[in-house]
C-alpha cells in the first residue's frame, strides 16, 4: 500500500484514517511489520557505511604513499630489504593508526545519532507503549507530550494547547500551537497548524496525531536530499599534499637522471653501479614518512579534539578549520544557551533603575541586584507578589537531570519557572498554592490568568502577559508595598520602560494580582479586570559565559565572526552588540533585504556584514558562496534542519551533538559534543598546530634531502671521491626520516599560535622566505660543513676514516637541526627547546642506533666505516653545531626584520 503525494493538511481526520487504512485505536502488530517491509525504517538515508577494510584501503590512496611503495619495491631490487620492511613498517603503523581513528569517529557519530527522537510513544491495538523511533510506520498513532521530540511528520486530530518549538525546520523560534481543523491546499509549510513535523520539539500541551510520512519521506527527508545534492570540495590540505606528491614525483625523476649521468659521463662509472646510486638518492629525495606524519598529526589531532567534546568526521577537517578566515555562526544555541533567562525586571518602586538578575540558562543561581547591591527580593512585597506569580502563573517544569538543567514546557515559561527558584521559591511553595481554575493564554488574548487557593482559604490570581494587555486590565499598582491608584502618567511612564526594555531585545511579560474571598462564579475574561499591577519582567536568551572570551581569541587569531539566525533584527543585534561581533560601521541585513540583492551585489558588502536576521536555507547557502567567492575559508556552525545545506556547502561544516539534528549532523564535518562555540577555538589552534607540525616537518626533510643531493654533486665538481656508499645514505635517511622528523609531527603549538592571522588559502605552503632559509642556506651550509670536513680527512686519512667522520657528521648535524625546527618562525631558544619530549627520545633514540654501527665490528664491512677517533667526534661536534647556530642566528634575524617590517 505506497501512498502518493497527499496534501494531508487539506484533509478531514476520517480521510486521513481512510486513505492509511488506520484507525484512532493504532495498528496491530501484523500490520506494522508489513508496513516496516513496504515502507523501510523510519530513519535517514545516510552515506553508506564504511566498512574497516575500505577506510584501511583509502589510506593508500594518495601519490605519496604510492611513490613509498614503489620506492620500497626498488629498495628490494637493490638488496635493501631492512630499508624496505622500515618503509612497509612506516606505511602500515600509518594506515592502521588512520584506520582506527576514522572508524572510531564513525562509531562516535553513530551514538550521537541516538539523540535524535531515539524512542516514542504510539497507540497500537488500543494500547499506548513506547518504541524506537526508526520502528514507526505510516498510520501509525502517535502520543506527543512536552518535551517530545516529533519521530515522524504527522497530521495532528487532538489537540489540548499543543504547541511547537519548529525552529529546527523554519528558523522559527516563535512556537507554533496546533489545531485539528482542515486547512487550503495551497496552505505554506510554516502555516499548516494541523501538521507536526520530524525533528521538531513539544514545548507545551499535548496531543495525538496520525503519521503520513516517515524516513526520507518527511520534510526533514526532503531537505536530507537537498544535503546530498552539494558537491564537496577538497581541502587546502588535501590539495596541498598532492601538489606535493606531484613535486617529489618529478623531483625523484629528475634526481636519478642527473646523478645517473654525471656519474656515467663524468665520473666513469660503470651503469650497474650508476643505477644504485640513482635509486639510493632518489630514496633519499623523498620524505617517505610525509604520509605517516600528515595522517598521524590529523589522527592526534582529532583524538585531542575528541577529549575536548569536538568529533571530527573526516581527518583534513582538523587542518582546514585551522586556516578558516571566516566562522558563520548560528546565534540560538551555539553562541547563546538556547535557554531564556530572565535580564531585568522593572518595579514602580525603583522608577527607572531595574533590577539586573544574574546567572544564564535554566540553572536556578543568581543574584537579584540594584545599583550594583544584592538584594533580597523576598523583603518587597510587590517582588514577593511577582515573583509567586511567575512560580504559579506557569505550566512549565523545572527537572535536572545528569547534572544538566532542563525545562518541560515553553522556554518563556521555564526562565519565569527558573526565576521564582533563583529567589528561593520551591515546589513546596508551589503545592501550598493550589491552581483551582485558570483562563488560558491564547494569541489573540496575549495573556493567562491562574486561580489558587491560598493557606488562608482565600483566592488570589495572578495574571501574566503582553504589559499593555496587562495594564489595560489594572486600575491599581503596588508600589513600595502599598496600593495605589494607577493614574494615566503611570501607564504611559510603565509602557516607556516597556519599550526601552524592547529596544534591547528583552522579551517582556507584565504580571498583575487580584484577591477574591471566594471563587467566582464564572471564570473567563469577565474575571480580569481590577487587578493589581506588580511589574515587568525582561528575559533574553543570554549569550553562552564562555563566548565572550572565545570571540575575543578569534579576534587575535585573526577570524571573523559572523552571526546568522532565523531571529528578529534587534534580538539579534542586541546579542552581538553585547558579544562585541557588531561594531560601528558593521552592516545588519535581514533575509528580506538579502533577497533583494543579487550575488554580485552582496559579495561586494559581504565582509562588512557581522549580523544575519530572519534568514532561510536559501540565503545561508548564498552567504557562504558569496563568501567563499571573496577567497575566504568559511566554517558554518548550526544545529537545525535549516542549517545542513549550508553546512555541506562550507569549507567546514560544524554541527551541535546535543541539540541537532541528524540532517545536520550527517551534513558536518564536525560535531560540538557540548554545542558550545567556545569549543571550535581550540578546534582552530589544533588545526593550526597541526599544519606547523606539517611544515616544520616538511621542511626538515627537504632541506636534509637536499643537502644529501648537493654533496655528492659538488664532490663531483671537485674531483673527490664519492661522500657516501650507497647504503650510508639509506641509513642516513632511515635515521633521521625517522623517529626524529615524525616527532616533529607532534611538537606542541607554539606560543603564537593564536596571535596571528590566518593563512591565506592560495598561500603556497613553500613561502619565499622558508624556501630561502630552508631549502637554500641549511643545505648550503651542511654540505660546506661536509665536504670540508671531507677534504680534511682525505688529506691525513684513508677514504674509510674519511667517510666515517662525515658519515657521523651528517647525521650529527641532521639531528641538531631537527630541534631548529622546533620553529620555522623564532630561534628553538625562544619556543623551548626542551618542552618536545618526544623529539629528544627520537635524537637520543637515532645516537645510539648510530653508536651501534661505529662500534660493533660486524656492521663495519657493510658500511664501509671503521671505529672514529677523538678527533673525528671533537671535529663532528664543532661542525654540527657551527650549522646549528648560523640557522638559528639566520632564523632569528629573518623574524626580527619581519616583525620590523610590520611595525
Known amino acids: 500500500m505506497k501512498v502518493s503525494r497527499v496534501n494531508w493538511h487539506a484533509l478531514a481526520v476520517d480521510e486521513v484514517l481512510n486513505i492509511l487504512k488506520t484507525r484512532l485505536q493504532g495498528l496491530d502488530e501484523d500490520e506494522v511489520k508489513e508496513r516496516l517491509t513496504l515502507y523501510g525504517p523510519n530513519e535517514l538515508r545516510r552515506e553508506k557505511s564504511r566498512s574497516k577494510l575500505v577506510i584501511f584501503l583509502n589510506q593508500f590512496k594518495n601519490v605519496l604513499i604510492l611513490i613509498l611503495l614503489i620506492a620500497t619495491g626498488l629498495s628490494i631490487i637493490i638488496g635493501e630489504v631492512l630499508d624496505a620492511v622500515l618503509i612497509v613498517t612506516i606505511v602500515m603503523v600509518s594506515a592502521v593508526l588512520g584506520t582506527f581513528q576514522e572508524y572510531r569517529a564513525e562509531r562516535a557519530l553513530e551514538a550521537l545519532r541516538k539523540l535524535t527522537a531515539p524512542e516514542a510513544t504510539v497507540i497500537r491495538s488500543g494500547v499506548e507503549k513506547r518504541i524506537l523511533a526508526r520502528e514507526i510506520v505510516p498510520g501509525d498513532i502517535l502520543v506527543l507530550m512536552a518535551g517530545d521530540r516529533v519521530p515522524a511528520d504527522a497530521r495532528v486530530f487532538e489537540s489540548h494547547e499543543l504547541k511547537l518549538d519548529e525552529s529546527s525546520l523554519t528558523g522559527e523560534s516563535t512556537t507554533v500551537t496546533k489545531i485539528v481543523e482542515p486547512l487550503p491546499e495551497d496552505t505554506s509549510l510554516a502555516d499548516r497548524l494541523n501538521m507536526v513535523y520530524a525533528g521538531t520539539v513539544v514545548v507545551y500541551g499535548k496531543g495525538k496525531a496520525i503519521v503520513v510520512a516517515t524516513g526520507m519521506n518527511t520534510e526533514m527527508g526532503k531537505i536530507a536530499e537537498m544535503v546530498q545534492e552539494v558537491k564537496e570540495e577538497k581541502t587546502p590540505l588535501e590539495k596541498r599534499t598532492d601538489q606535493i606528491g606531484k613535486i617529489l614525483a618529478y623531483l625523484c625523476l629528475s634526481v636519478a637522471v642527473v646523478v645517473a649521468g654525471i656519474g656515467f ?216 508595598g502599598e496600593v495605589v491608584d494607577l493614574s494615566e502618567d503611570d501607564v504611559e511612564e510603565i509602557l516607556r520602560i516597556n519599550d526601552d526594555m524592547a529596544s534591547k531585545a528583552l522579551r517582556n511579560l507584565a504580571f498583575a494580582y487580584k484577591v477574591f474571598n471566594e471563587i467566582p462564579e464564572k471564570v473567563d475574561e469577565s474575571i480580569e479586570r481590577d487587578f493589581t499591577f506588580l511589574g515587568i519582567v525582561g528575559m533574553i536568551d543570554p549569550p553562552r559565559p564562555e563566548v565572550k572570551e572565545a570571540l575575543e581569541l578569534c579576534r587575535k587569531a585573526g577570524i571573523k565572526v559572523v552571526m546568522i539566525t532565523g531571529d528578529h533584527k534587534l534580538t539579534a543585534l542586541a546579542i552581538a552588540k553585547e558579544l562585541k561581533i557588531f561594531r560601528d560601521g558593521d552592516i545588519a541585513l535581514t533575509g528580506k533585504e538579502l533577497d533583494s540583492m543579487s550575488d554580485e551585489e552582496l559579495e561586494k558588502i559581504v565582509e562588512k556584514v557581522t549580523v544575519y536576521a530572519r534568514v532561510s536555507p536559501k540565503d545561508k547557502m548564498k552567504i557562504v558562496k558569496a563568501l567563499k567567492k571573496r577567497g575566504h575559508v568559511v566554517a558554518m556552525t548550526g544545529d537545525g534542519v535549516n542549517d545542513a545545506p549550508a553546512l555541506k556547502s562550507a569549507d567546514i561544516g560544524v554541527a551541535m551533538g546535543i541539540t541537532g539534528t541528524e540532517v545536520a549532523k550527517e551534513a558536518s564535518d564536525m560535531i560540538l559534543s557540548d554545542d558550545n562555540f567556545a569549543t571550535i577555538v581550540s578546534a582552530v589552534k589544533e588545526g593550526r598546530r597541526i599544519y606547523d607540525d606539517i611544515k616544520k616537518y616538511l621542511f626538515y626533510l627537504l632541506g636534509c634531502n637536499i643537502s644529501e643531493i648537493l654533496i655528492p654533486l659538488f664532490a663531483s665538481f671537485m674531483g673527490l671521491p664519492l661522500p657516501f656508499t650507497a647504503l650510508q645514505y639509506l641509513w642516513i635517511n632511515l635515521t633521521t626520516d625517522g623517529l626524529p622528523a615524525m616527532a616533529l609531527g607532534i611538537d606542541p603549538a607554539e606560543p603564537d599560535v593564536m596571535q596571528r592571522p590566518p593563512r591565506d588559502p592560495r598561500e603556497s605552503i613553500v613561502t619565499k622566505r622558508d624556501a630561502l632559509l630552508f631549502l637554500t642556506f641549511l643545505p648550503l651550509a651542511t654540505t660546506i660543513a661536509i665536504l670540508l670536513n671531507f677534504v680534511e680527512g682525505l688529506r691525513v686519512e684513508p677514504l674509510t676514516r674519511a667517510r666515517t667522520r662525515i658519515f657521523t657528521l651528517m647525521i650529527m648535524i641532521e639531528l641538531l637541526i631537527a630541534i631548529s625546527f622546533r620553529s620555522l618562525k623564532y630561534s628553538a631558544f625562544r619556543v623551548g627547546i626542551h618542552k618536545n619530549k618526544f623529539l629528544i627520545l627520537a635524537i637520543i633514540s637515532s645516537l645510539l642506533m648510530q653508536l651501534c654501527i661505529l662500534y660493533v665490528p660486524i656492521f663495519h664491512e657493510p658500511f664501509k666505516v671503521t671505529y672514529p677517533t677523538v678527533q673525528d667526534w671533537v671535529m663532528g661536534v664543532i661542525s654540527a653545531l657551527m650549522v646549528f647556530i648560523s640557522v638559528e642566528i639566520v632564523k632569528e634575524v629573518a623574524s626580527r626584520i619581519s616583525q620590523h617590517k610590520i611595525v
Open 265 to 480: 659521463f663524468v665520473w666513469h662509472y660503470d651503469l650497474l653501479t650508476m643505477a644504485i646510486w640513482a635509486v639510493s638518492l632518489a630514496i633519499a629525495a623523498v620524505p617517505e614518512a610525509l604520509p605517516a606524519v600528515v595522517t598521524g598529526a590529523l589522527a592526534i589531532g582529532m583524538y585531542a579534539m575528541a577529549r575536548k567534546n569536538a568529533i571530527v568526521r573526516k581527518l583534513p577537517a582538523v587542518e582546514t578549520l585551522g586556516c578558516t578566515t571566516i566562522i558563520c555562526a548560528d546565534k540560538t544555541g551555539t553562541m547563546t544557551k538556547g535557554e531564556m533567562t530572565v535580564r531585568k525586571i522593572y518595579l514602580k518602586k525603583f522608577k527607572n533603575e531595574l533590577i539586573e538578575v544574574t546567572g544564564a540558562g535554566y540553572e536556578p543561581r543568581g543574584e537579584f541586584r540594584i545599583g550594583g547591591n544584592s538584594i533580597n527580593p523576598l523583603e518587597l512585597k510587590e517582588m514577593d507578589l511577582l515573583l509567586l506569580g511567575c512560580l504559579l502563573c506557569n505550566d512549565a517544569r523545572l527537572e535536572k537531570i545528569e547534572n544538566r538543567w532542563v525545562v518541560r514546557g515553553d522556554p518563556t515559561e521555564g526562565a519565569l519557572k527558573v526565576l521564582s527558584r533563583k529567589a528561593g521559591l520551591t515546589d513546596d511553595i508551589e503545592s501550598s498554592y493550589p491552581r483551582i481554575n485558570e483562563v488560558p493564554f491564547s494569541s489573540e488574548r496575549k495573556r493567562m490568568t491562574t486561580l489558587h487557593r491560598s493557606k488562608d482559604g482565600k483566592i488570589i490570581a495572578f495574571m501574566k502577559g503582553a504589559p499593555e494587555v496587562i495594564l489595560s486590565r489594572c486600575s491599581t499598582l503596588m508600589v513600595d
